[in-house]
């Protein structure tokens, strides 16, 4: 006899059943036209002296046991010259705007200390040749940023001076004495950061006057340099939307439409984080549907910041010569209990793998104006790519989408359409799809496509206007639940899987999982 209980259930499932059948979306890509170069600095990742992510996330020291090379470890080199880090942002964040390059030089370093990042002391043995050394090693270059609130300008041109000039000055000497005859490439030089905030509370008029200075008189000297592949030069930029900020990019533009010969910028920095609550409270393991949602709604807000500011910037550039560089961006949640809260210390779930493809693919659709951006932080701190604990080492599921996007990095944008739909919950309503599509540089067509729904699979079926698509194939990121994470016991619990697509009648068909980034290309 069947049970009151089996009946209930019985009918649920009949009930159901034809709701959980997946939403057939139809998407539309037309391959006859190109946009925008995805500039593939926009993969771009930031390491700050700020808890274990230069110590130990990178540097272990020459006698460590943990295999390394030259003090930097072999296992973290591997894997991040698996996603083709472009740049590499250095020495911070507020770091930077206290960091004197001096102490990090030579054979005896200074200790000092770190009072923005838990009052620890900094031992200065990851200096500048280390980082150099390091770039080098995972085959990215260097995003400097000088230190303009407690530095002068005379202590960053010398720096720079130290790291690219060729001629035989007694600062070159040093650097050769020390182990680099060669100089070094700065591609990216930062001037300041937050310089409205930790960086030394400036006025936007001050922060002008100071940044003037600073690009006039902080030069790259390096041979390489000076026609082809010159430094770009970043003003620090807003971090959200109120007037304070939009003031903010407004003086800093209008400075730069009147600037002459002898100065010049060549990107207004921009930084946003996702924490809908300061200090953040959101946790980053051991939550549900509602934090979830709220966290993706969040993030999306980032679209219409990009909006806001470079419409400021096109009044003032509208050849849009000044790039937007979002050079910190990224979930930022409460500490993990038992780290140090000036640590931030955070689990990576698939949650931020949905995050990050969301990001990129709001950079990518603004690729005129975004051409870099710098995930907050790369190893051990905030949105990581990586976490290690002594000799051990788990990649995140943030770090397994910046690798599926590998054949975004300098690819052409193609105009993408389809009907988003809604994915809602609680007081949350947002598309419940986000899609791109770009050619890469071999002519290939590459499809992202993110089902933000948790609950919910998505069929897609993609029309390929002006090409005959043989095959598809590709992979998709997906776990058990929105917090799942990789952990030193358990690496692969989101980890990206193969999928299958079909190519029929010229049309790509695929289904997503709930909760997934799906990465395809198409073979003609
Ligand atoms: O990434 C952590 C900190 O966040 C950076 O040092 C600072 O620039 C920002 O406020």
Redesign the pocket.
């Known amino acids: 006899m069947r049970s009151p209980l089996t009946a209930f259930a019985l009918i649920v499932l009949v009930i159901t059943a034809p709701m959980m059948a997946a939403q057939k979306v139809e998407l539309t890509i037309d391959t006859s036209r190109t946009g925008a170069k995805i500039d593939r600095n926009i993969f771009g990742q930031?390491a700050?002296h700020?808890g274990h992510g230069i110590y130990e996330g990178i540097w272990v020291g020459r006698d460590s046991k943990i295999p390394n090379t030259r003090g930097i470890r072999n296992d973290v080199v591997g894997a991040l010259k698996a996603i083709k880090v472009p740049n590499v942002r250095w020495p911070?964040?507020?770091?930077?705007d206290e960091y004197h390059w001096r102490k990090g030089i030579g054979p005896q370093r200074s200790v000092t200390l770190n009072p923005?990042?838990g009052g620890v002391t900094e031992a200065n043995t990851f200096g500048t040749h280390e980082f150099m050394d390091f770039i080098d090693q995972i085959g990215a270059e260097a995003y400097i940023s000088v230190n303009v609130g407690s530095g002068t300008p005379q202590e960053a041109a010398e720096w720079l001076e130290y790291m690219t000039a060729a001629a035989p000055t007694t600062l070159v000497k040093e650097r050769v004495a020390n182990g680099h005859p060669a100089p070094y490439k700065v591609a990216l030089l930062g001037i300041g950061?937050?310089s409205w905030?930790?960086?030394g509370n400036m006025t936007p008029d001050y922060y002008v006057s100071q940044m003037k200075i600073y690009s006039r008189f902080v030069r790259n000297f390096n041979p390489a340099q000076q026609d082809k592949q010159q430094m770009l030069k970043i003003a620090v930029g807003p971090?959200g939307d109120g007037p304070r900020w939009t003031d903010w990019t407004e003086t800093v533009m209008k400075a730069y439409q009147q600037h002459t010969w002898s100065w010049d910028i060549n990107g207004l920095s921009m930084?946003n984080?996702t924490v809908p609550h300061w200090p953040p409270s959101y946790t980053s393991v051991g939550f549900g549907e509602t934090e979830y949602s709220q966290i993706l709604k969040s993030t999306l807000e980032m679209d219409g910041l990009i909006s806001k500011h470079s419409a400021i910037m096109d009044k003032y550039d509208p050849d849009k010569k000044v790039a937007l560089i979002v050079d910190?961006w990224?979930g930022?949640y409460a500490p993990l209990p038992g780290s140090n809260p000036g640590f931030?210390v955070q689990q990576n779930s698939l949650r931020d793998a949905i995050l990050a493809a969301l990001n990129l693919n709001i950079f990518a659709r603004h690729a005129d104006r975004v051409r870099g951006a710098n995930i907050?932080?790369m190893i051990n701190?905030?949105q990581a790519m990586i976490i290690t604990d002594k000799e051990k080492m788990v990649l995140t599921p943030t770090y397994y989408v910046f690798k599926m996007y590998v054949p975004f990095q300098n690819a052409k944008l193609i105009p993408i359409t389809f009907d988003a739909g809604r994915y809602a919950h609680g007081a949350v309503a947002i598309p419940r799809l986000d899609a791109i599509a770009a050619k890469d540089t071999n002519g290939k067509l590459w499809l992202e496509i993110t089902n933000l729904d948790p609950n919910e699979p998505v069929e897609v079926e993609a029309g390929l206007a002006g090409i005959t698509g043989k095959s598809a194939s590709g992979e998709t990121l997906t776990a058990p639940k929105v917090d799942s994470v990789n952990t030193f016991d358990a690496a692969n619990t989101v980890i990206p899987k193969p999928i299958s697509a079909k190519v029929h009648d010229g049309k790509v068909t695929l289904k997503l999982e709930p909760k997934s980034v799906t990465v395809v290309s198409v073979e003609q």
């Open positions: 930031f700050e700020l911070g964040g507020c770091f930077a923005n990042w950061n937050e905030d930790c960086g971090g930084h984080y910190e990224g930022w931030l907050a932080q701190v905030l």
